[in-house]
């Protein structure tokens, strides 16, 4: 009885387990089908997601199919037009520079002459300053230069300035000239009246072959070019302090024939020149220039030039740069200096022995006063005139006049060698370098203040004891305040200058009247010739 009663128990478990197993089963039948659906569903989405990712990449496709033949043809010009574009050559890499300066400027007006107000019919005829006292806009430069690398050894230039020739531009810082010989008739042609109308055109500019790379620290120049003598003549017209050089700088911004090795030591910390030139005619202009000129005589000049830099780019000392230069020559024909009247078969050239030094020196100081900058620089120069080319004076018994008589045959015939002497002193504050430039407004930013002072023996007349052979030299002294505005550093900017002329007046006295003119020893006057020069200029 008992053993079927267990036996009913054990039955009615396994049933239970039974069906307990049959539950669990289809409950996880049913969880799988429903992971099966949501996992379905997701694949779903995904491939949704997949066709959305396509239809962008096509659209992303289609998109840059178009802006490609845009972007390659800008490429392309970005190539060929630039910047820094090479130019195609049949042999090397070409590129090209240049230099564009347009100027405005105003001057003092004054109708006596520096000579003084002399009557236009009388002997030598009448000094007047009509014809440079007009204010005008004026193409200064208009310099353009091919630069060819051939290899890593040959480099060649050729610059040339259809602005040169232009005529009309008086001379600047003083409108009296670089060199003042003589006198200006009224009755003369403006040709004569201006000193820089007569030179001859001077459009073809530098055009030189240099050799480096082969000898260290060496590099060889042969052509014409601007020798190394000075420091500011030298420099790039773009990158000048001032609208114009002073006038001892205008006498190294002048070119010539020959060829100069050039030595680099120390980073270029310490740099030497050496060189032979043509030069032909003088140092004072009154031979005309050296520029695309072959030469007068048989002998070359001898050029030297030195450079060293103590302190160079220190942030607390500086950058401070010493120099000298020098060139010496003898200039005339072959003839010796005691033939008759010093000429040599026909030729009005006597021997000379020509020298002229210059000397330099400039500092930008770093620490809390960098922004600043001071240069300096000096000259000597010594020479002979031309026969006739100075101005001397007929007034015997200084109460008449008969006019001041420019040289003739019968005055001036040997004239002997002189020098004169000059020099100029500036100083500036740039905004961009100084310790005030992360905090000053960016239209502050831009500005440059500068000074220079300069003196210079550019008047040139006959000596009053022995006016037939000596020459005597008077200074033109000009304050020079200035403002440069660095639209993007010397390829872009604006420069304003008002240069205050105090030319040399023998009596101290600025009076215009012909009496006064009359009682004077030399007969000349300081002219009111103030000036104002703005330049605008681009440079590539």
Known sequence: MRGAQRSGRAAAWA????????????RARTADSDLRKELDEVKKQLDGLRGVKEELEAVKKEKAAAKAPIAAAAAKAENRYGPNAAITAKQGKVSIGGLVQVWYYSIQNDNVGFYGNVTPTAPGGGDSNEGRDNDSFSIRRAEINFTVDINENVTALVKVDPARPIKGRPSFPSNVGLFSTKGVSATESDDV??????????LFQDAYVNYHGSVPHLDFQIGQYKPWVGEEGVRSSGALDFVERSMLGQLGDKRDLGVTAHGTWWDDRFQYWLGAIDNAGDFFGTRGE????????????FTWRLLVRPVWKNETWGSLELGASGQHGVHGEAGGPTRPGGTVDGLNRRRTNANR?????SYKPGGPVKGLWFKGECAWIEDRAAPGSIASFTNAANTTLTGFATNTTTSYLTPHPFSVTGFYAAAGYKISDSVFKDRAPQWLKNFEFALRYEEFGNILVA????????????????????INYYIKGDNAKIQINYN??????????????????LNRPRHFRGVNNNNLLVNFQAAW
């Open 15 to 26: 049933a239970v387990a039974a069906v307990l197993a049959s539950s669990a089963s289809w």
């Open 193 to 202: 009246r201006n000193p820089d109308f007569n030179a001859a055109a001077r």
């Open 290 to 301: 050296q520029q695309n000129r072959v030469d007068d005589n048989d002998r070359k000049d």
């Open 357 to 361: 030094y210059f000397a330099w020196g």
């Open 463 to 482: 000596d009053l004891k022995q006016p037939n052979s000596h020459t005597d030299a008077f200074s033109t002294k000009v304050w020079t305040p200035g």
């Open 500 to 517: 205050m002329v105090d030319d040399p007046d023998a009596n101290s006295s600025v009076t215009r009247t012909l009496a006064t003119v």
